[in-house]
């Protein structure tokens, strides 16, 4: 029985990365007088990392790792970083990004269904609000009974923390949910939480290692909610 669907956001719900943070993550660069600009392919191999400031660190210890070093370097991360969530949030409100298609149909459905709804995501929580608010609707928040953010949980995806956290405060077993994802990090999460899973592959994350996932489409644009509960009921946890 599906009682509950929970989205991941970045690439899943709508292609947020390449035009989206990567375009943020360049301004905040450029504003912070740093010489940094993170092309397609670049962003797409830093994607391997998860949440907006581990990916600066990573990426920092690369190339600047006397700047790393410095003892002020956590400091300067998160404001560089909050520099890049005003950027991004901007971008967002003024429309930069939409929902994948079949997304907002499938919501939808599913409300008027009555499952419950979540959001499991890496990214910070003032992202979700401007993506909701600027792609379904002003108090899109409100139809989701847990939104996931950010920060809540130490180890971000592949970790499974984020689905855990979710699922305790959703109040529905792992195995009447399916999470909805688009990166082997995000399946790995999801997996680890015992939550069925199905992949929309995108540009970045197509042919990543899915393996766990119930089954991998290449976007929900067909895909109505009557089908999302076939793949569940083909979920076996032997799987
Ligand atoms: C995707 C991420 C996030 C975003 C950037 O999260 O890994 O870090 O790339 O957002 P998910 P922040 O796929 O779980 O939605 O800079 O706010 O981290």
């Known amino acids: 029985m ?8 970045d690439g899943t719900l709508a292609d947020t990365e390449r035009d989206g943070h990567r375009v943020a993550f360049n ?9 940094w600009n993170w092309d397609v392919p670049t962003y797409g191999e830093l994607l391997a990392v998860s949440g907006g400031k581990e990916r600066l660190a990573h990426y920092a210890r690369l190339v600047a790792p006397d700047l790393a070093a410095r003892p002020d370097f956590d400091a300067f991360l998160r404001k560089l970083h909050t520099l890049k969530t005003g950027h991004y949030v901007r971008l967002v409100a003024s429309g930069a990004v939409e929902l994948r298609p079949g997304v907002a149909n499938l919501i939808r459905e599913a409300r008027r269904a009555g499952l419950k709804l979540a959001i499991a995501t890496t990214t910070s929580p003032e992202n979700v609000s401007a993506l909701l608010r600027a792609s379904l609707a002003h108090d899109a928040e409100k139809w989701f009974d847990v939104i996931g953010a950010g920060d809540i949980v130490a180890a971000k ?37 015992g939550i069925p899973t199905l992949v929309t592959e995108n540009d970045y994350t197509r042919g990543q290692d899915f393996s766990g996932a119930v089954a991998v489409l290449s976007d929900l644009c067909a895909t109505i909610l009557a ?11 032997h799987h």
Do not use: M, Q
């Open 157 to 193: 995806k592949p970790a499974p923390d984020i689905y855990v956290w979710v699922l305790e405060r959703l109040g529905v077993p792992a195995a009447e949910c399916i999470a909805i994802e688009d990166t082997a990090n995000g399946v790995k999460a999801a997996c680890g939480a």
């Open 227 to 237: 089908e999302v509960e076939v793949l569940h009921r083909t979920y076996s946890p």
């Open 2 to 9: 599906l009682n509950a669907l929970i989205f991941d956001v």
């Open 27 to 35: 301004a905040a660069f450029r504003e912070a007088g740093l010489p």
